[in-house]
């Protein structure tokens, strides 16, 4: 009998800094910190370990913070451990965030040793003005940097823009795009520019809401409208360069589209591993605790570090 598709998804909640735009569940990644998450994720992951006959893991996903260069060693050992854990498709898609500049020879290497076939980089931008903006670290020529260490890889590179940021232009938006396919990116993710609530950077704006700053069309958030004729125009000419939409915001060469998103999609299962990580399995939807210390102390079990859950309708 044909075995059910099963997503694994991977929560490293690590960054060197909190960029003012994200929401997220971030931690600064000390050595003994790293290395007590880790034992911690091995021992969630393995408490439902064997329990799961049924399935195939058909893609795992690596997300949160930035995993990549975070845990290189830790997270390499994991991600091998995986296939005596669980079901692994021969052929499944293995994706592991990095950031630009932060990919180095030991992040491939545990690449190879957790047979991890794609990379999603968390490019976001090539403006240095919008980046500025976000306070994010390391300035988008860092890229170049790991274009050099990357070399003849084979692995596949997805690369993350966000439309619609503060002082972004249509010209702006495209010369990202363009930027990330001269790197030799298969993939694109386009996301939507979300002024989130409770983040540095809606404080300062809120703040300044009547402030000539914020008139300032260096500053100035552009409208849905202005978004959604910049994103027509990027879809046109990554259309011109043999991609196509195959999901929502979604970009792809032929036979490049990410196995997890289109599962994900279509509704397929997913167990969810680490800090704040949202699991949808078997009718439920579940959601770890943000308590750093609790997950620590409760990872060996897992019934003690969900702190919601709920009916997937």
Request: hydrophobic share 35%; glycine share 8%.
């Amino acid at each position: 009998m044909d075995k059910r598709n099963l997503l694994l998804y991977i929560d490293i909640p690590f960054c060197p800094v909190h960029c003012k735009h994200c929401g997220k569940i971030a931690c600064a990644p000390s050595s003994d910190l790293r290395y007590a998450y880790a034992q911690a994720l091995r021992k969630e992951i393995t408490a439902s370990a064997g329990s799961l006959p049924d399935y195939e893991i058909s893609a795992v996903y690596i997300g949160g913070g930035i995993p990549g260069h975070m845990m290189d060693e830790e997270l390499g050992e994991l991600l091998k451990d995986l296939s005596s854990w669980y079901n692994i498709a021969p052929d499944a898609e293995i994706t592991l965030k990095v950031h630009p500049g932060m990919v180095s020879v030991e992040t491939l290497n545990a690449c190879r040793r957790g047979h991890v076939t794609r990379l999603s980089m968390e490019y976001v931008t090539h403006n240095s003005f919008e980046h500025e903006m976000l306070g994010r670290f390391l300035s988008p020529s860092a890229m170049d940097i790991t274009h050099m260490i990357l070399g003849g890889s084979r692995l596949d590179l997805s690369f993350d823009i966000i439309a619609g940021l503060p002082g972004q232009t249509r010209t702006s938006l495209l010369e990202s795009v363009k930027k990330a396919l001269s790197y030799g990116a298969s993939h694109l993710s386009l996301y939507p520019f979300v002024l989130a609530s409770g983040t540095e950077l809606a404080e300062e704006y809120t703040a300044k809401q009547d402030s000539a700053v914020i008139k300032n069309p260096r500053k100035r958030i552009p409208n849905p409208e202005e978004v959604t004729a910049w994103l027509a125009d990027v879809k046109d000419y990554l259309t011109s360069q043999d991609f196509m939409e195959y999901l929502p915001g979604r970009f792809a060469l032929s036979g490049k589209e990410c196995r997890y998103f289109m599962l994900e999609s279509g509704g397929c299962e997913s167990l969810a591993f680490g800090l704040g990580a949202e699991s949808a399995f078997d009718g439920v939807r579940s959601k770890n605790t943000a308590s750093l210390k609790k997950y620590l102390q409760y990872s060996d079990q897992p019934e003690k570090i969900i702190c919601h859950m709920e009916p997937i309708i």
